[in-house]
């Protein structure tokens, strides 16, 4: 079987959702292992969970969808029906007046262990998270977890403080989370970059920040690049120098870095032919915020 991708499309008839979901499953490691068809009705079941079930109480057009995908890389087959497997998220915003995107959420989870049999109906309830069945209940929590946090990331890019809700939500699933053997990422000894590490950094008061610097990054910089490019950029230096200083009492935070993730493309095309100033402070604020990529930005803005 090797990969399967799906690709979705949302009809007319399917009106308030908010997603435009792409959704894999690399299952290399296993094939030899599993019935194909379980794979096949697993994604299935996940387009219609992702896709199709109605997460907030607004109404988004065809063009407002959220852009994202899922993909899953099986690990290994624990037992009949229970897989240890690799999430990858990634989720993108449009530019207003622009023919481009910019990153929302670029992530891998590492610690994704779930069970799924043929015939298991795929169920989420924010009011019972956890369920009878741990491992069952863990494939959709934290899907719904991602979901809440991409919802979060894409309010707060267009209002100040508008993922407030949606960050709540996917602390609620953080807080009645499936608990068992073989199941992690949602307590803070879990390793320092986990569900509840991220949600924890984006709902304590300490990163209040996080949100403006958010608001003003995409919706005072991207989105003005059309019409006032200069002050758009200004905008977002900003937004990132703002970043700084918040790294300064967060140091190596989660919430930070994945700000960061996918950025490096982004913000070489938009500074790369900005003046001296511009590309010194460039410098002297990402070498703080993003290490990872320091040697990418030295190359256009040294």
Aim: aromatic letters at 12%; a negative charge; hydrophobic letters at 40%.
């Amino acid at each position: 079987m090797g990969v399967i991708l799906f690709c979705f499309c949302t009809f007319q008839d399917l009106k308030g959702q908010e997603l435009a979901s792409v959704v894999s499953l690399q299952t290399n490691k296993v094939d030899n292992q599993v019935d194909p068809k379980i794979f096949t009705q697993l994604q299935s079941q996940l387009k219609d969970f992702i896709n199709q079930r109605k997460w907030t109480s607004d109404i988004f057009t065809q063009e407002e969808k959220i852009d994202c995908s899922f993909f899953i890389t099986i690990e290994s087959l624990v037992s009949p029906g229970v897989y240890t497997a690799k999430l990858s998220i990634v989720a993108n915003r449009p530019v207003y007046r622009a023919n481009y995107t910019t990153p929302l959420l670029n992530m891998q989870d590492a610690n994704f262990t779930f069970k799924y049999q043929l015939g298991q109906p795929i169920e989420f309830n924010e009011n019972n998270v956890a369920r009878t069945d741990a491992l069952e209940a863990n494939l959709t929590a934290t899907l719904a977890y991602y979901v809440y946090i991409i919802l979060g990331l894409d309010y707060d890019s267009f209002s100040k403080n508008g993922g407030a809700p949606y960050f709540s939500k996917a602390l609620n699933v953080v807080y009645n989370a499936p608990d068992g053997s073989g199941i992690n990422g949602w307590k803070s000894y879990d390793g320092q970059r986990n569900r509840f590490v991220l949600i924890d950094n984006l709902t304590k008061s300490g990163f209040d920040k996080l949100h403006e610097i958010t608001f003003n990054y995409y919706r005072k910089g991207m989105d003005q690049m059309a019409e006032q490019p200069e002050q758009a950029k200004v905008a977002i230096l900003n937004a990132l120098m703002s970043l700084q200083e918040l790294n300064e009492d967060n140091v190596n935070s989660m919430a930070i870095s994945i700000f960061m993730q996918g950025r490096v493309t982004e913000l070489i095309g938009l500074f790369s032919d900005a003046d001296r100033t511009t590309k010194k402070q460039l410098m002297t604020t990402l070498s703080a915020i993003d290490i990872t990529n320091i040697n990418k930005y030295k190359a256009y803005f040294e």
